[in-house]
């Protein structure tokens, strides 16, 4: 019996089309691919705040595909495993600063689980194109598209389950402060980790096929960089300005904090000292007070204080309730218009759209109360989902509101800002994680928000890190965090809507769609085209 002869080089010794019968030679065995993945998730962690390197990502993108390229079914398992455990387990390490290590060890495990099976479909995509499309558009296009229209799509899913999703770790958000960036006006988040992942595997396909000093094969991934770097931000249009004075109070408003009644209110109120002679158009408090202003005399009468004081309304957030539940709530308090203690259906609010399980909210209650009956009694109160839409309106100005972790979300963005608003504000608490990354990680969201709407974000903490952030991405001002202090500066206003905020949520969806649906029919090419042994 004998086979049908192939060939992986010609007789220059240049590499050649995978033959259909043949499962693409790993680049490394096994045993290399797992300490390489490990490598990919320490590199990819340091991409993100603090140490923010951002090359670090494009080198953990290219160490993950290598370990990947010729793997099995498994061993895409193992290497996925290694790199989602490690890579997840040091990004949010942070969580253990807020109930200790059960709850960073059970994120990260579902996080890392869910990336070692959201890897394989990126091992199958380098078995089954070299059989599909062994030419050099399959290898230098198709494939590098493919791969990144599975990465980027396995990031969408992680966003958005379960019980809403961590849309935390994506790849475009390690660009913050990166010459890169301002593509993001274009494309959003996913687009441009989209393009990340292509040029990266574009440059892998490139040298492993020898072709890389031909003009097509090189041009593929220098095309995509020049893009990335050249591509100017969408040009959103100024609408005057703003003064706005943000409150950074560092009160004791983490969750265990011992504090007495009214604390936190008196902490954001000796802050805002500074504020209350600057004639400003807006105050902006951050995430959470003592009690609900609606239902609580004194803090309305406090509040109503530092409102007339400022001559501005206060725009603020605390736990309030309506309906028999209990929101996360911005409300603008403005008694020019309402008079001193006003009711709740006489004041702008927005209640926050994504709770986070397991921290405002125990989705299941019944079920995790019998594996961790102590940590789960801790969360007595379970917050409701807003739904309404994210905008209050200051003085005829549409302002877009995203409440602490809603910052992560492109739809509650998206919605804002198609809403007609002109400047954002972020409301934010970061009091549980002090000393960690959270906030800086938090922050580079923000930064990245504002480029990608082409608006100012006033991002402001109850104790840092506080910024008011250009259009551009750059920093008009900031606090550094465990600071008290007030933000005061006049904030562009600005209108239009960029193609990112268009299309933003559509490119997430068609390179999760579109990637699976690629990634079946390729398959399904691949195997027709299978050539058996030859007796």
Avoid at 181 to 188: A, E, F, K, L, N
Avoid at 461 to 479: A, E, F, K, M, N
Wanted: aromatic share 8%; hydrophobic share 50%.
């Amino acid at each position: 019996m004998t086979a049908t002869p192939t060939t992986l080089q010609d007789p220059h010794g240049r590499p050649q089309p995978t033959p259909p019968n043949r499962r693409a030679r790993a680049v490394m065995p096994l045993a290399m691919a797992l300490p390489v993945a490990a490598a990919a998730a320490v590199l990819m962690d340091l991409a993100y705040p603090e140490v923010g390197f951002w090359p670090a990502a494009f080198a953990a993108t290219g160490l993950l595909l290598l370990a990947l390229i010729g793997r099995s079914v498994w061993g895409a398992v193992a290497v996925g495993a290694v790199f989602g455990l490690l890579f997840f387990g040091l990004l949010v390490s942070w969580t253990t600063r807020y109930l200790g290590p059960v709850p960073w060890a059970a994120l990260t495990v579902v996080e890392g689980t869910l990336t070692a099976v959201g890897i394989i479909p990126l091992a199958l995509a380098y078995r089954w194109v070299p059989r599909a499309a062994p030419g050099p558009v399959g290898r230098l296009l198709l494939l590098p598209g493919l791969v990144a229209a599975l990465w980027t799509g396995r990031e969408v899913l992680l966003g958005a389950w379960p019980y809403g999703g961590l849309p935390w770790a994506r790849l475009g958000i390690t660009q913050a402060d990166s010459p890169l960036v301002q593509t993001v006006s274009w494309v959003g988040v996913s687009g441009l980790t989209f393009l990340m992942v292509f040029t990266v595997a574009a440059a892998i396909e490139a040298i492993r096929t020898g072709r890389w000093r031909r003009p097509f094969p090189a041009a593929v991934p220098a095309v995509t960089t020049l893009m990335l770097v050249l591509v100017p931000a969408f040009p959103t249009t100024p609408a005057g300005t703003m003064r706005v004075g943000a409150v950074q109070g560092n009160g004791p408003s983490g969750y265990f904090d011992q504090r007495t009644v009214g604390a936190i209110a008196r902490a954001q109120g000796d802050a805002t000292g500074p504020v209350l002679d600057a004639d400003v158009d807006l105050v902006v408090w951050p995430e959470g007070l003592d009690a609900d202003p609606f239902q609580t005399p004194w803090l309305a009468e406090y509040l109503t204080g530092i409102s007339t004081r400022a001559g501005a309304p206060l725009l603020a957030n605390a736990a309030t309730t309506a309906g028999g539940n209990i929101y996360n709530t911005s409300f603008l308090w403005d008694p020019a218009t309402t008079g001193a203690t006003p009711q709740r259906e006489q004041v702008q609010t927005h209640a926050k759209r994504h709770p986070v399980p397991f921290g405002e909210y125990v989705p299941d209650r019944a079920f995790y109360t019998l594996l961790a009956p102590d940590l789960v009694g801790l969360l007595q109160r379970d917050y409701a989902h807003g739904t309404d839409v994210p905008l209050v309106t200051v003085g005829g100005v549409p302002v877009g509101l995203a409440i602490c972790f809603d910052v992560i979300y492109d739809e509650v963005i998206a919605e804002s800002i198609t809403a007609g608003a002109e400047l954002l504000v972020f409301q934010t608490n970061n009091a549980d994680f002090r000393g960690t990354d959270e906030n800086l990680q938090q922050l580079a969201v923000a930064r990245i928000r504002a480029v990608e709407t082409g608006r100012t974000v006033v991002n402001v903490s109850t104790v840092g890190t506080s910024q008011i952030i250009r259009p551009d991405g750059s920093t008009l001002t900031g606090l550094p965090a465990g600071q008290a202090g007030a933000l005061i500066a006049d904030t562009d206003l600005r209108t239009g809507i960029t193609p990112a905020v268009l299309i933003g949520q559509g490119v997430s969806a068609v390179t999760l769609w579109g990637g699976l649906g690629g990634l079946a029919l390729t398959g399904a090419i691949a195997w027709r085209r299978r050539t058996p042994a030859v007796a």
